[in-house]
């Protein structure tokens, strides 16, 4: 024997509750993934909840609020086009205390841009002169087709507006926010409201879609 004190190793008295912290951490990680995956089974789209970020809607979807979107194909309403129930389709058909559907759309198809919620009004056809069709305090200053952008229809597709009279009076076409909305660039429809939760996801821009425009 050299003199020196020899000790057995001793096992870390801290790994139980290291493992412990680990495990309930996956599981946490576990029940979030099973409930989005969920959510994305009922809905079609990914993901299925956004942010609003603007009052556009007001006071029918408000900004702050977390909405849950979604497939416009699945459970179409009887008097639906592509999917969506326009507000001059709608007969006794309503979504956030309006006729029509809320669509989420992507602004002229580009993936870029932050996505749109707003109404769909109506349903034109290529080349159609809406003008005739449309709400006359919703085109802004135009007197006829001509004078209204989008007008004739360059190809067919919805004509959406905010719900928010005084940010959002006139059609999104002939404010320049998008142009007709083709129905390949329409995300999902608006289905429920969760007021105030939005606030999270908007804190957290970049980890999340938001949507809506003024």
Known sequence: MDGTDSHPVSADTDDPERIAYVLDILSSVGSVLLVGALLFAISGVWPPLVAVESSSMDPNIQQSDMVFVMSEQRFAGEQATNGVVTAQQADRYTRFSGSGDVIVYEPNGNERRTPVI?????????DENWYDRADEDAVGTADNCRELRNCPAPH??????GDNERTN???D???GISGVVRPEWVVGTAEIRI???????LRWNQAGRTVALT
């Open 195 to 201: 007021p105030l939760l939005g606030e999270i996801r």
């Open 118 to 126: 707003h109404r769909a009004q109506l349903w034109v056809e290529a």
């Open 169 to 171: 009076g006139a059609y």
């Open 156 to 161: 067919a597709g919805f004509i959406t507006k």
């Open 173 to 175: 076409q002939a404010s």
